[in-house]
């Protein structure tokens, strides 16, 4: 029942910026806590963000004051805002209901020249 449907991935130049969506349906969406991860091929999952029903933020240490993330409760929508990109943040971009197993299919992000 829960979805999840990434969007917003692309080819960037580093340095650049990005801004990744994630519209939610299936679920309590105000007072649900939400996450951002990736993945490169032949590694772990990585967290990357969270964001609490209440607005509450956490970041890893790799993306903290270049990547935002924010939801939107109107419309169901996590986004996580990504600036001064660089080629190790290359991945497959997935969002989450913390707790939950359900993911998204993922969006692809890729800092190259």
């Known amino acids: 029942q829960v979805q999840l449907v990434e969007s917003g991935g692309g080819l960037v130049q580093p340095g650049g910026s990005l801004r990744l969506s994630c519209a939610a349906s299936?679920?309590?969406?105000?007072?649900?806590?939400m996450g951002w991860y990736r993945q490169v091929p032949g590694k772990q999952r990585e967290w990357v963000a969270s964001?609490?029903?209440?607005?509450?933020?956490n970041y890893a240490d790799s993306v903290k004051s270049r990547f935002t993330i924010f939801r939107d409760n109107a419309v169901n929508t996590v986004y996580l805002q990504m600036n001064s990109l660089k080629p190790e943040d290359t991945a497959v971009y997935y969002c989450?209901?913390?707790?939950?197993?359900?993911w998204g299919q993922g969006t692809q992000v890729t800092v190259s020249s």
């Open positions: 299936g679920i309590i969406f105000r007072i649900s806590n």
């Open positions: 964001i609490t029903g209440g607005g509450s933020t």
């Open positions: 989450s209901v913390v707790g939950t197993p359900y």
